[in-house]
Each structure stands twice: as structure tokens, then as C-alpha cells.
């Protein structure tokens, strides 16, 4: 079997050290792991980034995006030496469509109430709104099933998510052409689980549930990485 590098992509609110609980699992099986910081500026740019990151790696990808890691793999996914996008508590997005778009057409989840905006200068000498999330609300929203002590971190460390990404149409949707695999975190009260479903769906995706807040990863790390070893079997070429 072709052993692919698996590249994960984190959320907002988090940066790459929210999968390391998984990345030990994957390596543990020879699976070549890169884990690289996403800007969390624009879907669209963002997905650029990964895409470029995608491209210079030799061989073939499975791409793990986690929240909105998910919809920028959705964009990403198109690279050719991409075979199998793996959506944990993802955006599973159609074309054309954005996270406010998809989110829309559901109840709201306890983030709706939790998010705190501040202010970034931009090239042009105006101001950007990033949105992060409350640090006292982090433990109850975003990860209630994982240690306290760490989930206090988490809180003081967060990279913020640009608000101007919530409205930007996914310019493409890889899951139209590379097979995937979607992780609902079924007590997730970040992403309604129900989003998760949809978009899973929609796309054809293999889906599993786990009964876990939305740092499945963290919490889940080897239901987690069951999936993404499966994506690789059954995408062995």
C-alpha cells in the first residue's frame, strides 16, 4: 500500500497544536504527517496557501480539515496529488457557497452567543474585524470533553478567524471529484452537528458519529485517526 502524507488543517480559534493528540497516532503507523499554520484570513486565500503547501509535496495528500479547516480542503482539494479529504467537525461546502450560507439554514449553535470581535490594521491603512471566542466560554463550547487545564490554554492562544471569511463563496468543491470521509461530533455545541450532517451528505462522504465536543481530535484522537487510516485503504493506489 502507497502510504500518502496526510496534511491537517486546522479551524479557527486554533492553530495546528489542536491536533497534537492525533499527529502521534498517524506517525506511530509510518504515515509522513505536515500540520501547517493556516493565515485564517480568506477562504479562498487560505485554501491558496494550503493548495501551494499541497503542491510541493511529493507524492500523493489526504487532506484533514478540521471546522473551518474543512472548507478550506474543500477548495484545496482540487490539487491533483489530492486522493481523500477527511472532514473532522467540518464545512463540507458546495461551490459558490460560504459558511454563513450553510450555517444559515440551521438552528444556531452556542457559539452564536460567544463570539467576541476585535480589530485588525489592513494593507490599505483600514480596519479588519477578526472574531474569536470568549476565553471564559472556550472550555463549555468548543471542548468540553477535554482537560481543563489544557482548554485554558486554548483560550489564551487562539488565532482568530477574519468575520470577512464567513460570507465568501467556496470557489470550487473537491468532494465533487475525490471521495471523503466526514467525523460528526455529535455533542458538538461549536458547529450545530446537523451542519456537519448536511454537508457530509451532500457530498457523499463516509460519515462517523462520536459523541464529542468539537475538538474531536483532541478528545477523540484514535476514533480520529481510524478514519483517516480508512481513507487511506480505501484510496490505496
Known amino acids: 500500500m502507497s502510504t500518502p502524507t496526510v496534511v491537517l488543517v486546522h479551524g479557527a480559534f486554533a492553530d495546528a497544536s489542536s491536533f497534537r493528540a492525533l499527529i502521534p497516532e498517524l506517525l506511530a503507523d509510518g504515515i509522513p504527517v505536515v500540520a501547517p499554520a493556516v493565515p485564517n484570513r480568506s477562504l479562498n486565500g487560505d485554501a491558496a496557501y494550503i493548495a501551494s503547501v499541497v503542491r510541493q509535496i511529493e507524492g500523493d495528500v489526504v487532506l484533514v480539515g478540521h471546522s473551518y479547516g474543512g472548507a478550506v480542503i474543500t477548495v484545496a482539494g482540487v490539487e491533483d496529488n489530492v486522493r481523500a479529504l477527511v472532514y473532522l467537525a467540518g464545512y463540507a461546502l458546495q461551490e459558490g457557497e460560504s459558511l454563513g450560507e450553510l450555517q444559515g439554514g440551521f438552528p444556531d449553535s452556542a457559539l452564536a452567543t460567544a463570539l467576541v470581535q476585535t480589530t485588525y490594521p489592513l494593507p490599505d491603512g483600514s480596519t479588519g474585524t477578526d472574531v474569536s471566542v470568549d476565553p471564559t466560554k472556550v472550555h463549555d463550547v468548543f471542548a468540553q470533553d ?37 467525523v460528526v461530533s455529535s455533542s458538538d455545541n461549536t458547529i450545530n452537528p446537523d451542519v456537519e450532517r448536511h454537508g457530509y451528505q451532500r457530498a457523499g462522504a463516509k460519515i462517523v458519529e462520536i459523541d464529542s465536543s468539537h475538538l474531536v481530535m483532541l478528545s477523540h484522537p484514535k476514533e480520529s485517526a481510524d478514519v483517516v487510516r480508512e481513507a487511506i485503504r480505501a484510496t490505496d493506489r
Open 146 to 182: 477535554v482537560d481543563p487545564e489544557i482548554t485554558k490554554v486554548l483560550a489564551v492562544s487562539q488565532r482568530p478567524l477574519a468575520a470577512a471569511a464567513f460570507g465568501e463563496p467556496a470557489s470550487a468543491a473537491a468532494w465533487k471529484t475525490k471521495p471523503s470521509w466526514g
